[in-house]
């Protein structure tokens, strides 16, 4: 069973940045393609970033491009998300996920596991 634990949200000023990190477990993090989404309060589900198993792709959707940057390390089964520049419409619940294909996919469906979230505030 593969697991992923998310950390690093937090309530930050306009401005700022935050790491985000999601930890591996239960699994071999260089088998999976890994991405960032985020849902903030009465919003649906939105994509934010997302890596090939290698790391050599990436993907950014407008709303952050510039701002947040994915990046990962096999060898402690851990990816991360460098926020900067945060704006109170960065706001919500951040989740990791996990695609066993390697390959990076923007839809959240294509993804087979989930974190369980972490929460990032920014106040204006």
């Known amino acids: 069973q593969v697991n992923l634990a998310e950390s690093g949200g937090g309530l930050v000023q306009a401005g700022s940045y935050l790491r985000l990190s999601c930890v591996i477990s239960?699994?071999?993090?260089?088998?999976?393609?890994m991405a960032w989404f985020r849902q903030a309060p009465g919003k649906e589900r939105e994509f934010v970033a997302a890596?090939?198993?290698?790391?050599?792709?990436?993907s950014y959707p407008d709303s952050v491009k510039g701002r947040f940057t994915i990046s990962r390390d096999n060898a402690k089964n851990t990816v991360y998300l460098q926020m900067n520049s945060l704006k109170p419409e960065d706001t919500a619940v951040y989740y990791c996920?996990?695609?066993?294909?390697?390959?990076?996919?923007?839809?959240?469906?294509?993804?087979?596991?989930w974190g369980q979230g972490t929460q990032v505030t920014v106040s204006s």
């Open positions: 996920a996990a695609d066993t294909s390697g390959i990076i996919a923007t839809r959240g469906h294509e993804y087979d596991y």
């Open positions: 890596i090939s198993w290698s790391g050599g792709l990436t």
């Open positions: 239960g699994g071999t993090a260089s088998n999976y393609a």
